[in-house]
C-alpha cells in the first residue's frame, strides 16, 4: 500500500530593513547565507543551484539572497550582479574590484535555443569556475536542466533550491522550495542523466519541508532598471538570429514569457496590431516558454 506524507510547510521568517524598506526573509535561509560568508572568509567560494518551472520565482529568490548575502558583507547589490551568459560570468571573475561578492547567472533567456546551449555554457562556466577560485565568489546559478551541466559544475555546488508552486484554494501560489544537500543534489543529478526521474519534483525525499519565501522584489534592484538590462542583453543574445527582433517585439516577447497573458492582451500593452501577434508568437516559442 501506498502511503500518502502530508505536506509540511515550514514559514519561519525574520525581518530585515533595508534603505528603510523592511521585508520577512526565511531563516533557514539567512543561517545558510552566514555558513557561506564564513567559507568565504575562510578562502573557499561557493555555489547554489536554483531551479524551477518558468513562472516559480527563481530570479526573485536570486536577488533577495544576493541582497542579503551582500548586506552581511556591508556591501549594496546592484545591476554589476547580474549576467545572462557565461562570457558575462568569466568577465566578472576577470574583474579586480569585487572579490567575494555575490554574481547571479540567470540563463533565462537562452531558453528553447537548443540544448546544445547548456552544454556551451557549461564549459565556460567550468573555466570561469576554475581560474576564479581565488576570488571567493558566491556564485547564483538559474538554471532549469542541471544534468545537461558538466559533473565538475554539479560538484562545486553547496545547495540546491527547488522553487515551486502550490495549490491554494483551486489556485496556483508562488513562494514556496524545497532545499536538497550536496549528497542530494549529486543524487538528482545522475537520476536526471539517467533518466531515472523526469523531473527533481520527482525525487524521493520522503519528509522533506517545504518552505516559504516573501516576495521582496524591488527591494534590492529596480525592477524596470532590471528588465531594461535584461531586454537589452537578451537582443544581444539572439541578435544572430534570422528573425527580425525589435524594440516592441523584445517587449511582447518578455511579457509573454513571464505572465499567462494572451496573445491578444499582450498586443494592447505593446500597442501593436492584434494580427502580428500571430506570427509573433510562433518566433516566440522558438525563444522561451510559458509559465
Known amino acids: 500500500m501506498k502511503v500518502k506524507y502530508k505536506k509540511v510547510i515550514i514559514d519561519k521568517q525574520t525581518n530585515i530593513t533595508y534603505k528603510g524598506k523592511e521585508f520577512q526573509f526565511p531563516m533557514i535561509l539567512l543561517s545558510i547565507l552566514g555558513i557561506l560568508k564564513r567559507k568565504s572568509e575562510q578562502k573557499w567560494d561557493n555555489l547554489i543551484l536554483i531551479t524551477g518551472a518558468v513562472g516559480t520565482a527563481k530570479s526573485t529568490m536570486a536577488q533577495g539572497l544576493a541582497g542579503v548575502y551582500e548586506m552581511l558583507y556591508g556591501r549594496e547589490l546592484s545591476l554589476d550582479n547580474f549576467t545572462w551568459s557565461g562570457q558575462g560570468v568569466v568577465d566578472f571573475i576577470d574583474r579586480e574590484d569585487n572579490i567575494t561578492e555575490a554574481i547571479i547567472y540567470d540563463e533565462a533567456v537562452k531558453g528553447g535555443t537548443g540544448r546544445d546551449v547548456i552544454t556551451k555554457e557549461g564549459n565556460l562556466l567550468k573555466i570561469g569556475l576554475v581560474v576564479g577560485r581565488r576570488k571567493r565568489h558566491l556564485y547564483f546559478m538559474l538554471v532549469d536542466e542541471i544534468h545537461e551541466y558538466s559533473k565538475k559544475i554539479i560538484s562545486r555546488a553547496s545547495l540546491l533550491i527547488d522553487m515551486r508552486t502550490m495549490v491554494v ?123
Do not use: C
Not at 513562494?175 to 527533481?200: A, C, M, P, V
Not at 531586454?231 to 513571464?258: N, P, R, V
Open 169 to 291: 484554494r483551486g489556485e496556483d501560489k508562488r513562494g514556496y522550495f524545497k532545499l536538497y544537500n550536496t549528497r542530494e543534489l549529486k543524487d538528482i543529478y545522475w537520476l536526471l542523466k539517467l533518466q531515472k526521474i523526469r523531473s527533481i519534483s520527482e525525487y524521493s525525499a520522503t519528509g522533506k519541508p517545504f518552505y516559504k519565501f516573501r516576495n521582496f522584489e524591488g527591494i534590492f534592484i529596480d525592477e524596470k532598471e532590471y528588465e531594461d538590462k535584461k531586454i537589452e542583453l537578451t537582443k544581444s543574445e539572439i541578435s544572430t538570429s534570422s528573425i527580425k527582433w525589435t524594440e516592441d517585439k523584445l517587449k511582447a516577447f518578455h511579457l509573454w514569457s513571464k505572465t499567462k497573458k494572451k496573445l491578444v492582451d499582450i498586443a494592447d500593452i505593446v500597442g501593436i496590431n492584434r494580427s502580428t501577434m500571430t506570427p509573433w508568437g510562433r518566433d516566440f516559442k522558438k525563444y522561451g516558454e510559458r509559465p
